[in-house]
C-alpha cells in the first residue's frame, strides 16, 4: 500500500504514542501497587475538634465532620482561632496481640497520636521534609498493651495548615504489610523526589556549561527550562517552610508547575517537528504567566473570605494549562520521532513519557483516576516529583549520546582529513621532486656556464696570450712554463671554488693550503698558515673562486718577488663574518716609488666585486696584504 509521506508521518507518530503508552501504564500500575496498603480505609467521613495552639479545645468542644473527597482523603472548611485539629477515628480489633499499625498515605503535621487514651506517638515527631506541604507517608505501630478486643478509638492531633482542614487516606491493619507498603511510598515520594531534584540541577548545570552549536541551542535552552521548573515545584512544596505565607507557597508553585507546559511546548517545538505556538506568543506567555498568578494571589491576601475558592480555582486552571499543553507537546515529539526516524529515539520516548505523567498528576487532582488494567486501583501518588530521577537522567543520558556520537564525527572527520592530508602530501612529494629535478637542470646549468665564464677570463686569456707569445716567437722556454703554471693553478682553483658548494669555506681554505704549501716549500721558503674559520660558512662557489684568486696571487706574488724566507697567511671568520685574510712576508718589501702592476689591480678589483677591501702595508721587513669581506656580500660578476 502506498501512503503518502504526511499520513506515513501521522501513522508512524501514532505507533510512537502508543508505544509510549504502553510504557506508561504498567509503570504507574505496578508504583501504585507497591505504595498502596489493600487495607486503605473506606469510611465516608471521619470526625474532629478544634484545637487552640495549646491544644485546648475551643469553639464549645462542638464536633466537626471531615467528608472523603475522591481519593486524596478527608476535608472540611476551617474553623475559627484554629491552630489543630483533634481527628477521631474509631475502629475494631479481633485479636488484640496482632501486630496492628496505623499508616497513613501523606504524612501532615501530627503532633501526638494517641490510642484508648495512651500516647503512641511522641510529640513533635521529626520529618524529612519541613516544607508546606509533607509529601511523605507516615507509620505508627501501635502499642498491643494499649489495644482491646473489640471497639477502640484513635486521636490525632493535626496542625492546621492551608485554607481548608484535611486528613489523608488511611490504613489500620496489620503491622508489616502498612510498614512494607510505608517504605516504597517513602522511597517514591521523598527519596526519589530528592535525587530528582539534584539529577534535575546537575543536568541543568552540565548543559550551561557547554558550548551548543547555535541550531541545538533553543533546545538546550527549553530543556534547561523544563529540568529548573520540574525541580523547583518539587522543591517548592516539600522545602519551603510551614511558617511562610501560604498564598505565597501556592503561588511559586503554580508559577513552576505553569512554567513545565510552556517549557514542555518550547522543547516539542524546538524540537524540529511543526511550530504550533509561534515564537512571539510563547516570549508573551512568558511574561504574562507571573502576572496571572500574582493577581488571585494578592486578591485573595485582600479578601480572605474568597481566598480559598480563588486558589483552589487558579491551581485548578493552571492543571489544565499544563496538562493541554504537555497533551500537545507530547503529539509533537511524536512527529518529531516519524519524522526523523531512530535519531533522539530514546530521549523523545522519555521526555513523552514524562510528560504523560505530569498530565496525570495533575488530572488526577480534578478527577478520580483508577489503573487502566484495575479499576478498584486508584491513582493517588503524586507524580510530578516522582519523575524528576528519569527525567534527568534521561538527559543525562541523552547528552552522553550527543558527545559520543561528536566525538565520533571528529574521529571520522579526522580520518578523512587524515585521507586527504595524505593524498595531498602524495602530490606535493611529486610535485617537489619534478620542482628539484628542474632545478637540479638549472643549477647544472648555471654552474655549467659559471665554469664557463670563469675559464674564459682565467685560463682562456691566459693560454690565449701565452699562444700569441709562442707564434711571435718572444716566448722563452721558461716564461712559457709560468704561463702553464699559472693556467693549471687557476683550473685548481677553478675546482676548489666547486668543492666549497658542498664543503664551505673552512675545507676550502683547507684544500688550498693543501694544495700551495708544497710549492712554497720547493721554492725554500717556510709556510705558516692559520685558518680558524667557522665550519657552517659557506660564501657560494663564485665569491670562493674570487677569494682564492686573490690569496693564490698574493702567495705567487710573494714568492716570486719578495726574497722572502718565510710566508705567513692567517685567516678568521665568525659564522656571521666579517672574513678578515693577512698574507704577510719577510721580505724586502715593495720598492719605493713602485707602481701598481696587473696582479695588484686584479686583487683590488676582485676585493670590490666581493664587497670588501684589500689593505697593503709595506716595509724594509716586509709586505703585509689584509682582505676584509663581509659575509652578505653580493655574487660579483666578475
Known amino acids: 500500500m502506498n501512503l503518502s509521506p504526511r499520513m506515513r508521518s501521522w501513522l508512524l507518530a501514532a505507533l510512537f504514542l502508543l508505544f509510549s503508552q504502553m510504557l506508561f501504564w504498567p509503570l504507574v500500575d505496578f508504583a501504585e501497587r507497591i505504595t498502596r496498603p489493600d487495607e486503605i480505609d473506606p469510611r465516608g467521613e471521619i470526625t474532629f475538634t478544634a484545637l487552640d495552639e495549646n491544644r485546648k479545645v475551643i469553639a464549645g468542644g462542638e464536633v466537626f465532620t471531615a467528608k472523603r473527597q475522591k481519593q486524596q482523603g478527608y476535608y472540611a472548611p476551617l474553623v475559627p482561632g484554629a491552630a489543630y485539629a483533634r481527628f477521631a477515628i474509631p475502629f475494631d480489633v479481633a485479636d488484640p496481640q496482632a501486630p496492628t499499625g496505623f499508616y497513613m498515605s501523606l504524612r501532615d503535621d501530627v503532633a501526638e497520636v494517641r490510642l484508648n487514651g495512651m500516647i503512641a506517638q511522641p510529640e513533635v515527631t521529626v520529618s524529612r521534609q519541613q516544607g508546606s506541604v509533607n509529601v511523605g507517608p507516615h507509620f505508627v505501630p501501635l502499642p ?96 519551603i517552610p510551614p511558617t511562610w505565607p501560604f498564598a505565597i507557597t501556592i503561588g511559586l508553585y503554580v508559577l513552576s508547575s505553569a512554567g513545565i507546559g510552556l517549557a ?98 495533575r488530572l488526577g487532582s480534578i478527577f478520580e483516576l483508577h489503573s487502566l488494567f484495575d479499576a478498584s486501583l486508584p491513582l493517588t501518588l503524586p507524580w510530578s516529583p516522582i519523575v524528576g530521577v528519569p527525567l534527568g537522567l534521561s538527559m543525562i543520558l541523552s ?17 578523512i582529513l587524515a585521507a586527504q592530508l595524505t593524498e595531498q602530501n602524495a602530490k606535493l ?36 696570450g701565452l699562444m ?46 693543501h694544495r700551495v704549501r708544497p710549492q712554497v716549500e720547493a ?22 673562486l674570487q677569494l682564492l684568486r686573490i690569496l693564490q696571487e698574493a702567495v705567487t706574488n710573494a714568492m716570486r718577488h719578495s726574497r722572502a724566507r718565510r ?12 672574513i678578515r685574510i693577512t698574507i704577510s712576508d719577510n721580505g724586502t718589501g715593495l720598492p719605493e716609488g713602485y707602481r701598481r702592476g696587473r696582479g695588484l689591480t686584479s686583487m683590488e678589483t676582485r676585493a670590490r666585486n666581493l664587497g670588501g677591501a684589500l689593505t697593503i702595508v709595506t716595509g724594509s721587513e716586509g709586505t703585509c696584504l689584509t682582505l676584509e669581506v663581509p659575509v652578505t656580500a653580493p655574487d660579483p660578476s666578475a
Open 144 to 239: 498491643p498493651a494499649a489495644l482491646r478486643k473489640g471497639a477502640n478509638l484513635l486521636e490525632l492531633d493535626v496542625r492546621v495548615t492551608g485554607t481548608v482542614n484535611d486528613f489523608p487516606t488511611f490504613a489500620i491493619g496489620d503491622a508489616d504489610a502498612l510498614a512494607r507498603a510505608h517504605r516504597w511510598r517513602t522511597f517514591m515520594l521523598l527519596d526519589l523526589p530528592l535525587a530528582g531534584i539534584a539529577l534535575q540541577l546537575f543536568t541543568v548545570l552540565l548543559c550551561a556549561v557547554v558550548v551548543w552549536p547555535r541550531e541545538d541551542r533553543p533546545r538546550i535552552n527549553a530543556i534547561m527550562l523544563l529540568l529548573g521548573l520540574s525541580a523547583a515545584s518539587t522543591a517548592v512544596l516539600s522545602y
Open 264 to 361: 514542555a511546548i518550547h522543547y516539542a517545538q524546538s524540537d524540529g517537528a511543526v511550530t504550533l505556538v509561534p515564537e512571539r506568543a510563547l516570549r508573551w506567555a512568558w511574561l504574562a504567566l507571573p502576572v496571572l498568578v500574582a493577581v488571585p494571589m494578592a486578591w485573595g491576601h485582600l479578601e480572605p473570605a474568597s481566598a480559598p475558592a480563588l486558589i483552589a480555582a487558579t491551581v485548578k486552571a493552571s492543571f489544565w494549562f499544563v496538562s493541554a499543553l504537555c497533551a500537545l507537546a507530547a503529539l509533537l515529539l511524536a512527529l518529531a520521532a516519524a519524522r526523523g526516524g531512530m535519531a533522539a529515539w530514546f530521549e523523545r520516548m522519555v521526555l513523552t513519557v514524562s510528560f504523560c505523567f505530569f498530565i496525570l498528576d
Open 399 to 415: 547528552l552522553a549520546r550527543q558527545a559520543s556520537e561528536a566525538r565520533r564525527t571528529v574521529v571520522r572527520s579526522n580520518e
Open 429 to 464: 612529494e611529486a610535485s617537489y621532486e619534478a620542482q628539484k629535478q628542474l632545478l637540479q637542470r638549472e643549477v647544472m646549468l648555471v654552474e655549467r656556464q659559471r665554469i664557463v665564464r670563469d675559464m674564459h677570463d682565467g685560463i682562456g686569456g691566459q693560454l690565449l
Open 468 to 513: 700569441m707569445q709562442v707564434r711571435g716567437g718572444g716566448a722563452s722556454p721558461v716564461e712559457v712554463e709560468q704561463g702553464l703554471q699559472a693556467s693549471i693553478a687557476d683550473l685548481r682553483l677553478i675546482v676548489d671554488s666547486m668543492d666549497s658548494a658542498e664543503e664551505g669555506l673552512a675545507e676550502t681554505m683547507r684544500s688550498f693550503e
Open 523 to 544: 721554492a725554500g721558503i717556510a709556510l705558516d698558515f692559520v685558518a680558524e674559520v667557522d665550519e657552517s660558512l659557506d660564501l657560494g662557489p663564485r665569491p670562493t
Open 567 to 578: 710566508i705567513a697567511v692567517a685567516g678568521s671568520a665568525g659564522a656571521q663574518g666579517p
